[in-house]
C-alpha cells in the first residue's frame, strides 16, 4: 500500500514523530492500464525526457517500460515530438506548491489504474485472476450473467472469479474441441456501466486427442518361455447433439408459436458408440439472464409436467432422448434458451423413478432417462454442457400491421346465457349493407312521393277548368230559354198604364 494504491481514499493523515518512505522500485501491473488525460497543465520537473519520439503511442508505451514507476507522460507540449516522463501523479503532489505549467494547449496523461490478467485452466474450470495497481471497488463478473455468476470486491488489490464449466449460471460456451471461452466484465460501479470499466475475453485451450493406452501384463512362467500380452485400446468421447423437433424428432424448428408441440432431443451422433447418455439439470432462459425456470432437476425428473414430460428413449435407437413440451416464452423475451447437463454412461444409463402429479391429484411413478449422477472417483469434465436456442412468438398477433389487425380482429359480446364471436370485417361490411338498403328504401319513398304529387296536382287542375267553363251553345240555349219566359210572363200579365 502506498499513496498511489490508496489515492482518493484519504488514508494519509499527519503524524508528528513519523516519517514515511515509498518505494519506487515496486513492480506494478502493466499490461491494461487506462491513462486519463489532463488539459491545459504539465509537469514542471520530470524524470526522463526522449526526443525523436514518433507518436504519442509510442510515449505511453515508453512509461509503462520504464526502470522506475512512471505515472505520467506529455507529448509534444515542450518540443517537437519530445516525450517527457515522470514518477509523479496528483496523488503524490499533494505537498508541492504549484506543480504543475499553465499552458492551455498542453496536456498531462496520468496513470489511473492497470490490470495484470493471467488465467488458470484447471480440470472443471477456468478461474480468472486479476492483479490491479489501485484499490479496487466494485465486483467482476460474467458477461450475460450479472447476477449469477459475480463476485463482489472490497477494497482489493487482488481478486479472481471462477467459472465452471458445467456450471449453467456463469455460461461458459465451448467452442471447438477442448476450447472453452468466455467474456469477464471488470465494473467499478456497483449498479451501472462506465466508461472505466473493463472487458476481457478469457480462453482455455485442452489437448483432447485421443490418446492410446497400452496395458502390458506379465503372462510369463519362469524358465524359457517368456510371454507378455501388448493390448492397445482408444475409446472416443460421445459427440452428443441437442436440438428442438416436431413432435416426431423429426424436422429441426428455427421458430414456432406458443402452444406448438415441440420435441427436445439429445442425440449421440456416433451410431456405434459404446456410449449412452442421460440429461439432468435442463433449464430454460430468456437468453437475457432476467428469467428462467427449471425443466429437469438436479435428480433428472421434471419438476412440471405441464411444462415438460419425462425424458424417455426413443424406439427407433436407445441412443436417443426426447423429452416432448409444447412450445412456451417468457414475457421479457421471444428466444428461449436451453441448457442441459449430459453425461455419458457405458455401456448403459440406468433410468430414474419419477413421482408424477395426475390431473386428479393421484402421483404416478413414471422413469425418465434423465439421472443425478453418482460420486464418484472420474473427473467432473465427464459432463457435457450443451446449449441450443429458439425463437418462439406469441399468438397475440401485436407485431402485425395495423390494417392486418383491423380486419381480423374480433369483438366478444357478452350475453346472459351465450356470447356471440363476430368478426369485425363481416360487422363492417354487414354495416355498410344495411346502410346501403337504408338509402335504397329513402330513395323509392322519395320517388314514389315526388309522382304521386305531380299526379295530384294534375288531377285537380283538371277539374277546376271543366267547372268553369261553358260552351256557346251552351249559353245561347240558356239566352233563349229565360227570354221565352220573359215574353210568356209579359204577355200573361199586361202592363197597365
Avoid at 449460471?169 to 451501472?192: A, F, P, S, T, W
Avoid at 425418465?368 to 449422477?373: A, L, Q, T
Wanted: glycine letters at 6%.
Amino acid at each position: 500500500m502506498d499513496r498511489i494504491t490508496l489515492a482518493g481514499s484519504n488514508a494519509f493523515q499527519a503524524a508528528d514523530g513519523y516519517d514515511y518512505m515509498e518505494n519506487n522500485c515496486v513492480d506494478e501491473p502493466t499490461k491494461l492500464c487506462e491513462f486519463k488525460k489532463l488539459t491545459g497543465r504539465i509537469l514542471k520537473t520530470v524524470d526522463s525526457v526522449y526526443q525523436d519520439v514518433g507518436s504519442i503511442e509510442e510515449c505511453r508505451e515508453l512509461c509503462l517500460n520504464s526502470p522506475y514507476r512512471c505515472h505520467s507522460y506529455d507529448y509534444g507540449d515542450t518540443g517537437e515530438m519530445v516525450c517527457r516522463l515522470s514518477h509523479h501523479s496528483r496523488a503524490t503532489l499533494t505537498d508541492i506548491q504549484d506543480p504543475y505549467l499553465e499552458v492551455p494547449e498542453a496536456a498531462t496523461y496520468e496513470l489511473s489504474s492497470c490490470y495484470n490478467v493471467s488465467i488458470d485452466c484447471r480440470s472443471g474450470d477456468m478461474v480468472a485472476r486479476i492483479q490491479t495497481s489501485k484499490l479496487f471497488d466494485g465486483k467482476i463478473y460474467a458477461k450475460g450473467s450479472p447476477n449469477s455468476c459475480v463476485r463482489d470486491v472490497n477494497n482489493s488489490l487482488e481478486f479472481e472469479l471462477s467459472m465452471a464449466y458445467d456450471s449453467l449460471e456463469c455460461n461458459v460456451k465451448k467452442n471447438g474441441l477442448g476450447r472453452y471461452i468466455n467474456d469477464v466484465v471488470i465494473q467499478h460501479h456497483d449498479k451501472i456501466v462506465t466508461s472505466s470499466d473493463l472487458g476481457l475475453a478469457v480462453t482455455c485451450q485442452y489437448d483432447l486427442t485421443n490418446k492410446s493406452v497400452t496395458n502390458e501384463v506379465d503372462l510369463g512362467v519362469k524358465g524359457d518361455i517368456n510371454s507378455v500380452l501388448s493390448e492397445e485400446v482408444t475409446v472416443d468421447s460421445p459427440n452428443v447433439a441437442m436440438k428442438i423437433t416436431d413432435r416426431n424428432g423429426g424436422d429441426v424448428m428455427p421458430s414456432a408459436e406458443v402452444g406448438d408441440p415441440l420435441a427436445l432431443r439429445f442425440e449421440i451422433m456416433d451410431k456405434n458408440s459404446p456410449f449412452e447418455i442421460f440429461v439432468r439439470e435442463l433449464v430454460a432462459m430468456d437468453g437475457v439472464d432476467s428469467s428462467e425456470i427449471v425443466l429437469i432437476d438436479s435428480d433428472g425428473c421434471p419438476t412440471d409436467h405441464f411444462i415438460m414430460g419425462p425424458i424417455y428413449k426413443s424406439a427407433e435407437s436407445g441412443k436417443i432422448l426426447l423429452s416432448h413440451f409444447d412450445a412456451f416464452k417468457f414475457p421479457s423475451s421471444e428466444v428461449v434458451q436451453f441448457r442441459a447437463l449430459v453425461t455419458p454412461c457405458m455401456p448403459s444409463c440406468e433410468p430414474v423413478q419419477c413421482d408424477q402429479e395426475e390431473s386428479t391429484g393421484d402421483l404416478r411413478s413414471v422413469v425418465s432417462y434423465g439421472k443425478r449422477r453418482r460420486r464418484r472417483s472420474t473427473n467432473v469434465q465427464d459432463d457435457m454442457f450443451l446449449v441450443q436456442t429458439i425463437q418462439i412468438k406469441d399468438k397475440f398477433g401485436f407485431e402485425r400491421d395495423n390494417k392486418s389487425s383491423l380486419l381480423n380482429e374480433a369483438l366478444y359480446i357478452p350475453n346472459d346465457t351465450t356470447g356471440v364471436c363476430i368478426n369485425l370485417a363481416g360487422l363492417i361490411v354487414a354495416c355498410a349493407v344495411f346502410l346501403a338498403a337504408q338509402m335504397a328504401i329513402i330513395a323509392a319513398w322519395t320517388f314514389i312521393w315526388q309522382r304521386r304529387r305531380s299526379s295530384s296536382k294534375l288531377t285537380s287542375h283538371d277539374d277546376m277548368s271543366v267547372t268553369m267553363s261553358i260552351p256557346p251553345s251552351a249559353l245561347s240555349s240558356s239566352r233563349t230559354d229565360s227570354l221565352c219566359k220573359l215574353y210568356e210572363s209579359g204577355y200573361n200579365h199586361p202592363r197597365r198604364f
